[in-house]
């Protein structure tokens, strides 16, 4: 027996392929999904997500006020902003109240996850989504919409702290930041997307109906969610395996109790009722305590993340580019139509988005991954094409000419776009592998809440102040610069690549031997072969 387990033992080694992988107590393997699969699924759902963020920002949803002129012809007011009658600032809000519950629930979501499978985890997140959009489109004024808005936040917070680290797990070593920029091309894409999806559903019918679309796009992947089989995050114990040792040492402990039981009188089944009783009244107790050690174990990892000085610079140049990013992505058309006068703003940006955001993002990953995937390299490069991206936006606004306005725009978005994969790649490199959900989670819930939230209401201040388009357009795209800046020190701090750390959630060598890489399809026997007399 001894010498089986030990031959078992030396046979399984692991894989030195990237692949997904599952333990092979109580979940056995599927035989179709592999890692390019979930980076296929992983990207429509979030392609998906920003879908639905470049509809509401797009003409055809979001609309205009009605409009009077001095003569006395007045118009009226199209999309949600004229349906409810909201100022450049409600609107602004309104773009931004999906942050409220991704602030809540993107910790809690990457806390959960190390107890609770991540994949019923996106399930969750999902259907909430799906249901938060159909609400959308059953709107009746600014506090409904803004509402529900809230919950889509709270739908997608699951998503976006749990893919990357997923993608990143399985990706082949060599081309981990190309594939993050696969990942991360969905955003520009999906905005992309979102214009013009938006402005065609909003001038053939009504705005509602671009919300209820995409609730039906989305509702397969949340199904998928439950019914897919979970797999092994690299860092957590599997939840699934846990429950059915748990199971399986219950049954034992069940057979045991019934073999002492023979040969006894009642008095066994008064002690027992007496215990169940004790338990009973102990499990509120447990509740509370599972929920403080939750609390108190986010608390620890949050202290252990804000500390980390390659992390925390990261950030805070991400959320000086995502500010002006936000704000190009919610106010690009109806500046656009307002200095140029495009009559086909939707498309007119979504067409440059689509494309420079693929081309860009695609090119930044591949960069890095070529001149080798470094967290230095990786600041090298994000300060490098901010700062020049910028400077060709930043002239871009200067022409008045619409086509060379076109032309340096289009330059200078290819170039920003590139940070996507990098940026990320640091977020999930400098920090170890049971931290990278959270660090996922709060990376995106800094960008959004210091980043393009305020950026939308405060772009639409300046406008309503200045009421000049252009210089709001300047004021705003001069923000690249410090945002290249703080890449930039990231350079010089003294930074470790973490990927291969081991955590308190590590899977051991021994636990590595039970589980299944996916990318062969196939079912190592290790588990059954130690069981053999």
């Not at 010498?3 to 692949?19: C, H, N, R, Y």
């Not at 909430?128 to 529900?148: E, H, K, L, Q, R």
């Not at 936000?326 to 440059?352: Q, V």
């Not at 930043?394 to 619409?402: E, Q, R, S, T, W």
């Amino acid at each position: 027996m001894a010498q089986k387990e030990a031959k078992t033992s030396e046979e399984v080694k692991p894989s030195a392929e990237p692949a997904m992988v599952i333990a092979s107590t109580g979940a056995p393997a599927p035989s179709w999904f592999t890692p390019k699969r979930l980076l296929a699924i992983f990207c429509v759902i979030n392609l998906l997500n920003y879908v639905d963020r470049g509809a509401i920002a797009s003409n055809g949803v979001n609309g205009s006020l009605g409009t009077c002129t001095e003569s006395g012809v007045c118009t009226s007011g199209t999309g949600i902003q004229g349906d409810f009658n909201l100022s450049n600032f409600e609107d602004g809000v309104l773009s931004s109240a999906f942050m409220v519950g991704l602030l809540l629930a993107s910790p809690i979501f990457a806390s959960l996850a190390k107890s609770v499978s991540p994949f019923r985890l996106i399930g969750v997140g999902l259907s909430v989504w799906t249901f938060a959009t159909v609400g959308c489109g059953f709107s009746f004024n600014f506090w409904s919409i803004t509402f529900c808005r809230m919950l889509v936040g709270v739908g997608e917070a699951s998503f976006i702290s749990l893919a990357a680290p997923f993608i990143d797990d399985n990706a082949p070593a060599a081309q981990k930041t190309a594939w993050l920029s696969i990942f991360y091309m969905c955003i520009p894409s999906g905005y992309a997307l979102g214009y013009v999806y938006g402005g065609l559903v909003g001038s053939h019918s009504n705005w509602r109906y671009a919300f209820w679309g995409e609730a039906i796009l989305m509702l397969p992947f949340a199904i998928l969610g439950f019914i897919m089989k979970p797999l092994q995050l690299k860092g957590f114990f599997h939840p699934e395996s846990t429950k059915a040792l748990t199971a399986v040492e219950t049954a034992v402990s069940e057979v045991q109790g019934s073999g002492n039981l023979n040969g006894k009188d009642g008095s066994f089944s008064i002690k027992e009722d007496l215990r169940n009783s004790t338990i009973q009244k102990s499990s509120k107790l447990k509740v509370g305590t599972k929920i403080m050690n939750q609390i108190s174990r986010l608390m620890k990892d949050m202290k252990v993340l804000l500390v980390e000085k390659v992390y925390v610079v990261n950030v805070l140049g991400y959320i000086a580019y995502n500010f002006v990013i936000g704000a190009y992505s919610y106010w690009g058309p109806k500046a656009g139509y307002n200095i140029y006068h495009m009559n086909d703003a939707d498309l007119i940006f979504g067409g440059i988005t689509i494309v420079c955001g693929i081309l860009g993002t695609l090119a930044g990953g591949f960069v890095l991954d070529y001149i080798n995937s470094t967290i230095s390299n990786a600041f090298k490069l994000l300060s490098a094409v901010t700062l020049l991206g910028g400077a060709f936006c930043f002239g871009a606004f200067c022409f008045k000419n619409m086509y060379a306005f076109l032309a340096l725009f289009a330059v200078g978005e290819l170039l920003v776009f590139a940070t996507q994969g990098p940026v990320n790649y640091i977020c999930l490199h400098c920090v170890k592998p049971s931290m990278r959900p959270l660090s996922m989670a709060i990376s995106t819930v800094s960008i959004h809440l210091f980043g393009d939230v305020p950026s939308a209401p405060l772009v639409g201040v300046l406008q309503d102040s200045i009421n000049n388009w252009r210089a709001t357009a300047l004021i705003l795209t001069s923000i690249f610069i410090p945002a290249a800046g703080v890449w930039f020190i990231g350079i010089f701090l003294h930074s470790v690549d973490r990927f291969n750390e081991e955590s308190e959630n590590q899977i051991t060598t021994t636990e590595r031997s039970n589980t299944t890489p996916l990318l062969k399809g196939k079912k190592t026997e290790t588990t059954e072969s130690a069981a053999e007399p």
